[in-house]
């Protein structure tokens, strides 16, 4: 990786560190200004460009952004993360299908963690089916659990099983 990228990634760091966002022109002008430095066609900018537009509530844009940056061949762990980010803004948009089929099919990433289970159980929850967003929630908890692993998930299996 060339330094002057080395820079942007921390940069963007920084950014993300510091953003106020309650003032939501002056941060999508600063991101703006970063992804710039990138170019239009750059997978990675127009990854971050689409999330001030997610954090500040621009959904639509956001998710326009966020398709651009996949089409450019975004990779890594910033694709799994958009995979997140993209779910969570198309569940604010009602496009719940959409939301879960993303979700469902984001692959392991130490960068996300569990953050698929969190927000393909809040797409889940919001289609109607809550018993399988209990089950996923607390089936990512049961690698957490010092104790009763198994007594969770028996009934997390439970919650969905047509015994």
Not at 125 to 136: I, V
Not at 140 to 157: G, K
Request: aromatic residues 6%.
């Amino acid at each position: 990786m060339p330094a002057h990228a080395e820079d942007w990634e921390a940069r963007i760091a920084s950014f993300w560190s510091t953003v106020d966002l309650d003032d939501p022109e002056a941060a999508i002008a600063a991101m703006r200004e970063l992804a710039g430095e990138r170019g239009p066609e750059d997978p990675d900018a127009l990854f971050e460009l689409g999330g001030i537009h997610d954090s500040t509530g621009f959904e639509a844009e956001a998710h326009e952004l966020y398709a651009a940056a996949r089409e450019r061949g975004l990779s890594g762990a910033r694709l799994a993360q958009l995979n997140i980010q993209q779910g969570s803004t198309l569940r604010n948009l009602g496009r719940l299908d959409e939301a879960i089929a993303m979700l469902e099919a984001t692959e392991p990433d130490p960068s996300i963690g569990d953050a698929r289970a969190v927000f393909l159980a809040l797409a889940l929850r919001d289609a109607g089916r809550p018993d399988e967003a209990l089950r996923l929630c607390i089936e990512a908890l049961v690698a957490h659990l010092p104790r009763y692993q198994r007594s969770a998930a028996a009934y997390a299996r439970a919650l969905t099983d047509d015994d």
